[in-house]
Nanobody, 116 residues
Framework: QVQLVESGGGLVQTGGSLQLSCAAS????????MGWYRQAPGKQRELVAT???????DYTDSVKGRFIIFRDNAKNTVYLQMNSLKPEDTSVYYC??????????WGQGTQVTVSS
């Protein structure tokens, strides 16, 4: 059984920063890609950032230059450092991990609210 537990969401003012973390636990052979999606009310889920096991990253255009994704493979944890936050970043953020053999697992979601 694999579990992903997220932490770090909250309320922040425009221009502020937050760091999300997502730790995977359980029977894990290895983790390939990890990443973050977000979903605002009434909108489709949006892929925000991904990182491969080798450290290659990719970002959606709206967060490039503001968000940084990184991971600690020894801890099976992925992070999302969010800087210069804007009200339009307000969403529930979900992490995921592509785990060898067993497939994709999701975190429970964490609310990020950016006030104007």
């Amino acid at each position: 059984q694999v579990q992903l537990v997220e932490s770090g969401g909250g309320l922040v003012q425009t221009g502020g920063s937050l760091q999300l973390s997502c730790a995977a636990s359980g029977t894990i052979f290895s983790i390939k890609t990890m990443g973050w999606y977000r979903q605002a009310p009434g909108k489709q889920r949006e892929l925000v950032a991904t990182i491969t096991s080798g450290g290659s990253t990719d970002y959606t255009d709206s967060v490039k230059g503001r968000f940084i994704i990184f991971r600690d493979n020894a801890k099976n944890t992925v992070y999302l450092q969010m800087n210069s936050l804007k009200p339009e970043d307000t969403s529930v953020y979900y992490c995921y991990a592509e785990i060898t053999v067993v497939g994709r697992y999701w975190g429970q979601g964490t609310q990020v609210t950016v006030s104007s």
